[in-house]
């Protein structure tokens, strides 16, 4: 690998990372907000595996419809 491919990827991953750490937090804090959870239990946790996997997949489809 060069450099550039070497950099390149490296930015890649960690804006990856980032948006996947701030897309979590956000989701948590507006469960928080919006739910009415007020501790994280087994419920908390189900539901935010749930609300992940939605918002993962209105995230996907608002990107391949933006990229058309």
Known sequence: MNKEYKIINKVIDET???IID???????????VYGGYTESDDEFALDHEHLTKEVIKELYS??????K
Not at 22 to 32: A, R
Not at 62 to 67: E, S, Y
């Open 16 to 18: 990856i990372d980032t």
């Open 22 to 32: 701030q897309l979590d937090q956000t989701l948590i804090d507006y469960m928080y």
């Open 62 to 67: 608002r990107v391949k419809n933006h990229t």
